[in-house]
């Protein structure tokens, strides 16, 4: 059996009413955060048991434990699930190359940028007079 303690105890001493004053008057819902643990603190220990105790007897506890690495819950037909698997690893594998083909692409684009926009740039020292120039190494 385990004890906890707490430094400020859920009841109306004088500290807790002191700290909901101040919560309230630095931040609203400090204060409120505050008043709630006054009334009901003795009763946040039972409120989480109760919540796990449900969560243990939830039909959604059978579908988490039953997920696999791919987040989906196996059927219980064996080829069916290889069949998923092998599909979504080649789904992914197709996801990949889009990507690196969007990266190239975005890569050209940054280089047509930029060769159109030294172009405008040459052709504007032009008309200043001052030549086209030719970067530095």
């Known amino acids: 059996m385990t004890t906890a303690t707490s430094a400020i105890k859920p009841a109306w001493t004088p500290l807790t009413t002191g700290l909901m004053i101040l919560g309230f008057v630095a931040f609203w819902p400090l204060g409120l955060a505050m008043l709630a643990y006054i009334l009901w603190g003795d009763r946040f220990q039972d409120m989480a048991r109760d919540a796990k105790s449900q969560w243990n007897r939830s039909p959604m506890k059978g579908c988490m434990n039953q997920m696999n690495g791919n987040g ?66």
């Open 72 to 137: 989906y819950a196996r059927t219980g037909n064996v080829a069916f699930d290889d069949y998923r698997e092998r599909e979504l690893k080649r789904l992914e594998e197709e996801r990949a190359k889009l990507e690196t083909m969007r990266n190239e692409f975005d890569e050209f684009l940054r280089e047509l940028r930029r060769t159109k926009d030294q172009g405008e740039f040459d052709r504007f020292m032009a008309d200043r007079g001052h030549g086209p120039t030719t970067p530095s190494a």
